[in-house]
C-alpha cells in the first residue's frame, strides 16, 4: 500500500470515531445527511442512528418555530422523527413540483381526512389556530376548546380529542408560546352588561392534564361588544390590541400599560405587526404607520380606563408607490412572520388588489425585511419595512387572481410559505417563494399549488379558516361552511410511504 493511500484512508470521515461523527451530523441540513447515507456502509449506519435525528428534529423546532411538545420524541421511531424532520423541506418541494400544472390540475391530493364537532357561537362564527406542527389545535364557539390531533408523523386515523376547554363562553383572539417554548398564552375575549373583557390564559401541555389557567384579565368599559377588540398582538408578558379609535398595550406580568389614539378617524379594517416595542399597521390607505409603543405607566386595577392616555403620531409614514389613479381603489392585503419563529428575520408581505376592474396588471406582490435600528431616536422608530422584491400576484394558465392572504408567512428553509385565496374560482392557494438575498427590480419567482377540501373539490369562502395551516407539517383545518364541523387535512403521506 503507498503512502498515498494510507493518507486517503486516514482522512476518510467514516474513520473518524463514532461520537465525533454523531457530533458533525446533527448540525447538518437532513438533506445533507440523507445524502451521506448513501456514501458507505459505515455512515448509512450512523445516519439511521435515532442519537441523531433526536437532535436534528429538536433543532429544526427551535429554528422554526415548531412548538416543542408537538413530538414525543423520545417515544417516536426512527421513520417518524425522519418524517417530522423532513416535513417541511418535503411541503415546500410538493408546492413546487405542483405549480406548473393549468388551473385545476395543480390540485395537491388529501393523504387523510378527518373531522371533528366544534359548535359554533350566536352569530355562526368561529375562529381556530392551528399550533405551528400541526398537532394542537385551537377552536372557538361557544367555548374554546384544545385539540390533539396527534402528531403528523404518526400512523393515520388518530382520532382527535379534547384535551382542555374553557366554560366561560370567551372568544378566541390571539395564542403564542410561553416564554420556555413548552407552553401556550392564549389571549380571549367575552361581553357582558356592555362591557368587554380581555383574560389571558396559560396552558402547561405537559403536564397529566392540561387546562386554561387565568393568568389575568383586563376590563374594558368604553367597548360594549367584544367584536370593536380587533386586531391583536401577543407575546408571552404583554398584548397589543387595536380597540378601533385607539391602541391599548398591556404588561399583564408587571401590571403596566398604556394607550393612544390612531390619530385619525376610525379605521375598521386594519392589520397589526408588532415586533419587540414596535407596531407597524397598514391602513385602509395603502400606507404603513410605525409606532414604538410608549412607556407603561402601573395600574391600580383591570381596567382600560385606567391605561394611561399617551397620544402620539406615528414616528414614521410609508406609503408604496402606486398608480395616483387608482389609490383609492386599491385594496391592500397584509400579513408577517409569526411571533412563533421568533429566532428567525421578520418579513412583511403586502398584496394590494384593484377592486375596480378584473384588469391583473395592477395586481401585484410585495415583499419587505425588517431594517432595525437605535432604540431612542425621537424621529425614527425602531423597524421600518426596506422592500426587497415584487411580484405579479397571479396563478395559473389562466391568470387567476390572488384576492387575500389567510395565514401568516412562515419560514422554511430559504423559502416563505403562506396560504392564500384567489379572486374568481375562490380556490385555496399556498405559495412558496424564495427569500431574496438582496433588493431586485426582477419579480420573485412564486409556485402556487391548490388545495383539495378533501371532499372532492376546492374551498369556498376559505377566509374562515384564517390561521388553521401549518406549512411545517403540511397539515390544515378549516371549518365547512354553514356546519358545526371542522375537517382536518393532511397533504404529505408518511415518509415511509411509496406514494411519496
Known sequence: MTNTQKRSEGGHFSNLPMDIVFQILQHLDPLDIVAMRATCRSLHVATSERIVWLSVLDRICERYGIFKPTFPFEEMSLA????AAFSSSRFVKTVQRFDPGPLGDNCAPVYQHRTIKSPRNADGKGRLFLIPGGRFLLTSGTEIRLWDLGHSSEPYHVKPRVIARTEDGSALAAVCPSDDGKGLVVAATSSADRR?????????IQCNSPAFSKAAELAFDDIPHFSSLMNFHLTSSN????????FASWNWKER???KWPIGKEEISDLSIYGIDDTVIVFDNDNQFNIWDVPDHSQLSQPSSNDLANKPRRPKRFHRPAKTPALATHWNTIFSGT????RHLP???CTMSVDGRTDDLQGNELALYSLQQHVKGASFMPMYTPVLQRKA?????????????LVSPLYQSGDHLVFCASSSQSEATLVAAMPIPKEYSKEPIPISYMMLSDGLGGTFNHFITVHNGFCPMSGRLAYAREGVDEIVILDYLPLFSDKRR
Do not use: M, N
Open 80 to 83: 417518524q422523527l425522519e418524517h
Open 392 to 404: 405579479k400576484a397571479v396563478f395559473s394558465d389562466y391568470y387567476e387572481r390572488v384576492s387575500e
Open 239 to 246: 398584548i397589543v390590541i387595536h380597540c378601533r379609535t385607539y
Open 338 to 341: 409569526p411571533v412563533w419563529q
Open 256 to 258: 403596566t400599560g398604556c
Open 346 to 348: 421578520p418579513y412583511l
Open 196 to 204: 368587554s373583557t380581555l383574560r389571558i390564559y396559560e396552558i402547561d
